[in-house]
């Protein structure tokens, strides 16, 4: 019935607490789903760890990093659930989320994707759960802080879900942490190998959705996602394919000819955030604000890099 896909990398402890948690939490009977983990050449002992401590799950060792996109096309090829569920090592399944969203999957045969609540170690509201395509408009809100001016006067025009809703509602994408996706509605592959991390599972819904089907966030199952737990074992490579993500999605749909206003707007809002949490750390001392003025500078200096370059 369905077929459980995690991608690893250097998690080994996260992705045993990961596994664990689905089959205490899970009351789908385990005879009814699998689990393949692909883990992407960690150097670790994930690999021996999965074999030894659940020897039932099916395991796919690569040689090298594949990357996100490719691996979860490894292990969806070898799958044979009738729906399939992407979820992220980072992650502990609470209550029966899993059955809870399976169930909806079959209820509403219209849906095509489902995403549920994400939720921080510390219970909060993770936003990056689901939302709205990228457009100038909304970008250019995003990073000039314009969405939050005009959130106190009840538009919402972010890119992402910014606060918790009490029902089901349809986006245009959702976070693969975790995706529950319907077998029949795909074409492979499954994601576009161009991606190697962010921006595969905005690309594979505005796929699914051009197709007809509807991508569905529901708030009645939630999870806990440890974001980030592997992605900063290689900081400066994620931060760049953060950036490089979105912006090929962008590209893709909207053509080159209003790439450069994208690009142009995003070096604009980094350059913006480095100006005034450089200016508000200097007038308060606060560490979080200096760490938050060299993020926002790192990543002006990868999006002026982008800039130059052209769509793979």
Same mark, same amino acid.
């Given at each position: 019935?369905l +077929?459980i &896909?995690i991608?690893?990398?250097?998690?080994?402890e996260l992705l045993?607490?990961?596994l664990?948690s689905i089959?205490?939490e899970t009351?789908?009977?385990p005879a009814? !789903?699998? %689990? #393949?983990v692909v $883990?992407?050449?960690?150097?670790?002992? +994930?690999?021996?760890?999965?074999?030894?401590? !659940?020897p039932?799950v099916?395991?796919?060792?690569n040689v090298?990093?594949?990357?996100f996109g490719?691996?979860?096309?490894?292990a969806y090829?070898?799958?044979r659930?009738?729906f399939v569920?992407?979820?992220?090592?980072d992650t502990? #399944?609470q *209550?029966?989320?899993i059955?809870q =969203?399976?169930a909806?999957?079959?209820q509403?045969s219209s849906v095509?994707?489902l995403?549920?609540?994400?939720l921080?170690g510390d219970?909060?509201?993770?936003r990056?759960? *689901?939302?709205?395509?990228p457009?100038l408009w909304?970008?250019?809100c995003?990073?000039? !802080?314009?969405s939050?001016?005009?959130?106190?006067?009840?538009y $919402?025009?972010?890119v992402?879900?910014?606060?918790?809703?009490s029902?089901?509602?349809e986006?245009?994408w959702?976070? *693969? =942490?975790?995706?529950?996706?319907?077998r029949?509605?795909i074409t492979?592959?499954l994601f $576009?190998?161009?991606y190697f991390m962010?921006g595969?599972?905005m690309?594979?819904?505005?796929?699914?959705k051009?197709?007809?089907?509807? %991508?569905?966030?529901t708030p009645?199952?939630? %999870? #806990?996602?440890?974001q980030?737990a592997?992605?900063s074992?290689?900081h400066? $490579?994620i931060?760049?394919s953060?950036?490089?993500?979105?912006?090929?999605?962008?590209?893709k749909?909207q053509g080159?000819?209003?790439?450069?206003l !994208?690009? =142009?707007?995003?070096?604009?809002?980094?350059g913006l955030?480095?100006?005034?949490?450089?200016?508000?750390?200097g007038?308060s001392?606060?560490? +979080?604000?200096?760490?938050?003025?060299?993020?926002?500078?790192?990543?002006?200096? &990868?999006?002026?890099?982008?800039?130059?370059?052209k769509?793979e």
């Amino acid at each position: 019935m369905l +077929s459980i &896909i995690i991608v690893n990398w250097r998690v080994p402890e996260l992705l045993r607490e990961c596994l664990a948690s689905i089959y205490r939490e899970t009351k789908v009977p385990p005879a009814l !789903f699998e %689990i #393949i983990v692909v $883990d992407n050449n960690s150097g670790d002992h +994930s690999v021996e760890l999965v074999r030894v401590e !659940f020897p039932q799950v099916i395991c796919v060792a690569n040689v090298v990093n594949a990357g996100f996109g490719r691996a979860n096309n490894q292990a969806y090829q070898k799958s044979r659930g009738r729906f399939v569920l992407l979820l992220n090592p980072d992650t502990l #399944i609470q *209550g029966d989320a899993i059955g809870q =969203a399976l169930a909806l999957m079959k209820q509403r045969s219209s849906v095509v994707a489902l995403g549920c609540r994400l939720l921080n170690g510390d219970g909060s509201l993770q936003r990056w759960t *689901g939302g709205r395509f990228p457009s100038l408009w909304n970008v250019a809100c995003h990073y000039l !802080f314009l969405s939050r001016l005009l959130a106190l006067f009840g538009y $919402d025009v972010s890119v992402y879900l910014t606060h918790d809703v009490s029902h089901d509602c349809e986006v245009d994408w959702l976070c *693969g =942490a975790f995706l529950m996706l319907r077998r029949a509605a795909i074409t492979e592959p499954l994601f $576009d190998p161009s991606y190697f991390m962010y921006g595969e599972d905005m690309d594979l819904c505005y796929r699914l959705k051009q197709a007809g089907g509807t %991508i569905l966030y529901t708030p009645a199952a939630s %999870i #806990i996602h440890y974001q980030g737990a592997s992605m900063s074992k290689q900081h400066g $490579d994620i931060m760049l394919s953060s950036l490089k993500g979105v912006r090929t999605f962008y590209g893709k749909t909207q053509g080159p000819g209003k790439l450069w206003l !994208f690009d =142009a707007l995003t070096v604009a809002g980094f350059g913006l955030r480095w100006c005034a949490f450089r200016i508000g750390a200097g007038f308060s001392g606060k560490a +979080s604000l200096a760490a938050k003025a060299a993020s926002s500078r790192q990543y002006l200096t &990868i999006a002026l890099q982008l800039m130059k370059t052209k769509l793979e």
